[in-house]
Structures are given as C-alpha cells and as structure tokens.
C-alpha cells in the first residue's frame, strides 16, 4: 500500500459530460502529481503541485484542470469530455516540490467514456 | 521534446533466473532515474532511483545499472520469482518526469 488514495476507483460517462477525480497523498506529502495512462500514449504527466501551488506542467488540456487544496488533497477536473479521454488517471506524490525523488503512486481512476 | 524507450515489451524468463530490464533514454541532460513495476490493477510502485553521478545501485535483489556515454540504464533481477511479473517502466527526471513505454516480465514456473 503507497499510502496514496484515489476514489473513485472506476467512472463511466458520456460525451460532453465533466467529472471530478480525487487524490489524497501519503501523510507529510507536500506535492502532488497527475498522469494520464492510456494503452497507445503510455503514462503521460499532468501536472504536479506542491503545497497548494501550480509548480509543473505537462500534457495536460485545456479541457482538463486540478487544484489542491489546504489539507493538500488534490482534485482533476475533467470537462466536454471526449472518447479519447477514456483512460487510467493516476495521482502521485511526494515529501517535496523538486522532481528528483521517488513518486509514490495511487491504484488510479479508471475513466470510461461511452 | 524529452522521451525515454524501451525496446523489448515482453521479456519471459525462468523461476530462479536472473531478468535484466533495458531502457534507453535520449536526454543527455537527465540526471535522475526511476525504475516503477506495475502489477495488474495496480498503480506503479517504486523499486529503485540512481542519480547521474553514480554508475551501479543495489537494492534487495534488484540492481540498477546506468551507462551515460550511451545512454542506456538496466534494472537487473536477481532470482527472478513469479511475484515479479509485472510491467516495469524506467523514468528519466529532466523539467518532468518521463516514463519510458514499459516492459511486461512474465515469470514461468
């Protein structure tokens, strides 16, 4: 067990629709990090904050935004969603903000699209 | 932009042999490496990390190896056990991290 928490652990929606994925990090985390895993892109990252701060972006769309809040859970927001969006969406963490240090990762949201 | 490869999807070896797991990478600027094995339904679990300045790093049945001047980082399993089937990704830390497409180690009995 990572220590890293994310609910829901499946979502199924349509087209056009937004949804809402939450992460809560290993206790004494202060960054958080988002990826994207899909069977022809790989895990592709996100974005990463880090106590309550925009600190990294990646491949993320415009469609797709997060935030973290005080108690430094995180949340990824996903609107007008497409079928391509369909796809394993995995939080991190880790103790601090820089990147070279192990990222612990959550067993992830499965995200279905019909 | 920055991207990390591995070159053999599928590697199949025998209880009790040892696996090695290659990666190659393409930023010569990277300074950081992670290896991740990941299980069916499950999210990536950190094995192993080594830093640009080291060649070699040992961990419980697992060594990391990376060679600079090519490129090229290998995770070495020692006495392989059918609880390391898995797919293992290698990570290369530049402005992100960025991991390489994965590996599936099947282990036959």
């Known amino acids: 067990d990572s220590g890293v928490t994310q609910t829901p652990k499946h979502l199924i929606t349509a087209t056009g629709q937004r949804v809402t994925l939450r992460c809560s990090p290993r206790?004494?985390?202060?960054?958080v990090y988002w990826y994207q895993q899909s069977l022809d892109q790989g895990l592709q990252f996100l974005i990463q904050?880090?106590?309550?701060?925009?600190?990294a972006k990646g491949n993320i769309l415009e469609r797709f935004s997060a935030q973290q809040f005080p108690d430094l859970h995180s949340e990824l927001n996903l609107s007008s969603l497409e079928l391509g969006d369909s796809a394993l969406y995995f939080c991190?963490?880790?103790?601090?903000?820089?990147?070279?240090?192990?990222?612990?990762f959550g067993d992830g949201t499965r995200l279905s699209i019909l | 932009g920055e991207s990390v490869g591995l070159h053999l999807p599928t590697l199949s070896v025998q209880e009790g042999d040892n696996s090695i797991i290659n990666c190659a990478y393409s930023n010569s600027a990277s300074d950081y490496f992670i290896w991740y094995k990941q299980e069916s339904g499950k999210g990536p679990q950190f094995i192993i990390d080594?830093?640009?300045?080291?060649d070699k790093r040992q961990g419980q049945r697992v060594t990391v190896l990376l060679n600079k001047t090519v490129k090229h980082l290998s995770l070495q399993i020692a006495a392989t056990q059918p609880g390391d089937s898995a797919v293992y990704f290698c990570?290369?830390?530049?402005?992100?991290?960025?991991f390489g497409g994965g590996t599936r180690l099947m282990v036959k009995p």
């Open positions: 080594i830093r640009s300045n080291m």
């Open positions: 991190a963490s880790s103790l601090e903000g820089a990147i070279r240090q192990p990222q612990h």
């Open positions: 904050y880090y106590n309550g701060e925009e600190r």
């Open positions: 206790s004494g985390d202060l960054s």
């Open positions: 990570a290369e830390a530049g402005n992100m991290l960025t």
